[in-house]
């Protein structure tokens, strides 16, 4: 986890939310599609982008 530059805190947060879409038969929708590689035999990630907030103009 560490190797991979991630803080491990966060991708066990990312592996229960795989976790879940697993075993709901469901298909991941995330703006952060990396945050799940190799995971791809597993389930659908669904890349989407952030809306801009109100104040972004």
Same mark, same amino acid.
């Given at each position: /986890? $560490?190797?991979?530059?991630?803080?491990? %805190? %966060? %991708? =066990?947060?990312?592996? /229960? $939310?795989?976790? $879940?879409?697993?075993?709901?038969?469901?298909?991941?929708?995330?703006?952060?599609?990396?945050?799940?590689?190799?995971?791809?035999?597993?389930?659908? =990630?669904?890349?989407?982008?952030?809306?801009?907030?109100?104040?972004?103009?």
């Amino acid at each position: /986890m $560490i190797s991979a530059g991630r803080k491990p %805190r %966060r %991708r =066990v947060a990312d592996l /229960m $939310i795989a976790a $879940i879409a697993v075993a709901e038969d469901l298909p991941l929708f995330t703006t952060n599609p990396d945050d799940f590689k190799g995971l791809d035999d597993l389930l659908t =990630v669904v890349p989407v982008t952030r809306p801009k907030a109100p104040h972004e103009g």
